[in-house]
């Protein structure tokens, strides 16, 4: 199921530095970030992986991930850099409701696979 974890942060009058390194659950081998998504309505995502685990920070604005394992359903709004959201392999997600000023980082533990992604989503009847 996917979690929030809070990342440790240092502050003094030169402003805030969070860290990142060290504080996710897996080796990064994939980074990229969305940003400038057109409208609140536009939705991301829409699946789940075999293998790969992600980290999804929102570092400027907000947005709402949706969340479902099989056997629960959540919803997660990221609205603070220093939340964190780890989504597992079986974790269907999608990503909507952005900010016009949104920008979505996101770490992977594998690099792009496209046969690594699971398209449909979890059916009524688990």
């Known amino acids: 199921m996917a979690k929030l974890i809070k990342l440790k942060s240092h502050a003094d009058e ?8 060290d504080e996710l659950p897996f080796e990064v081998k ?8 057109p409208s609140g309505k536009i939705v991301r995502g829409g699946h789940r992986h075999k293998t790969a685990t992600q980290a999804l ?11 479902h394992d099989g056997t629960k359903e959540e919803m997660f709004q990221l609205n603070n850099p220093g939340t964190c959201l780890i989504v597992e392999p079986k974790d ?3 990503m909507q409701k952005f900010s016009r ?8 533990s ?3 696979d496209v046969n690594d992604y699971i398209d449909e989503p979890y059916s009524e009847e688990f």
């Open 14 to 21: 030169r402003g805030l530095l969070t860290i990142v390194q």
């Open 30 to 37: 994939r980074t990229y970030y969305i940003q400038q998504v």
């Open 57 to 67: 920070i929102c570092i400027a604005g907000s947005c709402e991930i949706y969340n």
């Open 92 to 94: 269907w997600h999608t």
């Open 101 to 108: 000023d949104a920008i979505l980082l996101v770490f992977a």
């Open 110 to 112: 594998t690099k792009y």
